[in-house]
């Protein structure tokens, strides 16, 4: 049973420049968040997105934006990358449950992102 | 969101117990209590969720006294490998979940 998996595992940019990150949650998951971390800090939450919708979303710019397909998949985009957006991206799934609780949030290796 | 407190660092040696503890003074009726554990350059890995009493797998042990104030997460017998940041969480599983700083522990031979 394959777990979370994230592409790419590390990438390089450019201040200004857009990226794409991608991640495929574990088998018989439907949620997908998104957390931001910082070297030295913990994890911080993005967005979630459960049937191709935002469901919340941290407090974080316009420029980060997302996507989730009809497989469950995800897309995180930041646009005009900042030097400060440089961090560990980690996507997480879990399974929905009744009353639109989740479950466990299982997390995949993370994109190390570099912006120069 | 109830505020984790949890030791900045933490050593032991190789066959220990480590026990980690959180303070949640304000955690709510609906909240549960869950803890991560995370190596350089890796996502968290999740170790142990608990509400109340003790909760015990084939990785950990969770402690939750009746006040639910604060939480003990025991490690048995650590070895080398056992060295990163342990996260304690506290939420509802409606909740985003929310990252402190943890707990970096240092398990020497």
């Known amino acids: 049973d394959a777990g979370v998996t994230q592409s790419p595992t590390h990438l390089i940019k450019t201040r200004g420049q857009q990226v794409t990150l991608r991640c495929s949650p574990k088998?018989?998951?439907?949620?997908v968040s998104w957390y931001q971390q910082a070297l030295g800090q913990g994890p911080q939450f993005i967005f979630q997105?459960?049937?191709?919708?935002?469901?919340q979303r941290g407090n974080f710019p316009d420029r980060f934006s997302g996507h989730q397909f009809p497989n469950y998949s995800s897309e995180l985009n930041v646009n005009a990358l900042l030097l400060g957006d440089s961090a560990l991206y980690l996507c997480?799934?879990?399974?929905?449950?009744?009353?639109?609780?989740?479950?466990?949030?299982?997390f995949g290796p993370g994109t190390r992102l570099t912006v120069l | 969101l109830a505020k984790t407190t949890q030791p900045i660092s933490m050593d032991s040696y190789e066959g220990q117990e480590v026990n980690i503890t959180c303070s949640h003074n304000?955690?709510?009726?609906?909240?549960?209590i869950t803890w991560y554990q995370q190596f350089p350059s890796q996502g968290p890995r999740f170790i142990i969720q608990?509400?109340?009493t003790k909760v015990t797998n084939e990785v950990a042990s969770l402690f939750i006294p009746a006040d639910r104030k604060s939480s003990t997460l025991s490690l048995p017998r650590v070895s080398l490998s056992d060295t990163a940041v342990y996260y304690c969480?506290?939420?509802?599983?409606?909740?985003?979940?929310?990252f402190g700083t943890g707990t970096r522990l240092l398990v020497s031979p």
């Open positions: 997105y459960y049937e191709e919708e935002e469901r």
């Open positions: 969480l506290v939420g509802d599983l409606f909740q985003k979940l929310v």
């Open positions: 304000n955690i709510a009726t609906n909240d549960y």
């Open positions: 997480a799934s879990s399974a929905r449950l009744s009353g639109g609780a989740t479950d466990t949030q299982y």
């Open positions: 608990g509400y109340k």
């Open positions: 088998s018989g998951h439907d949620t």
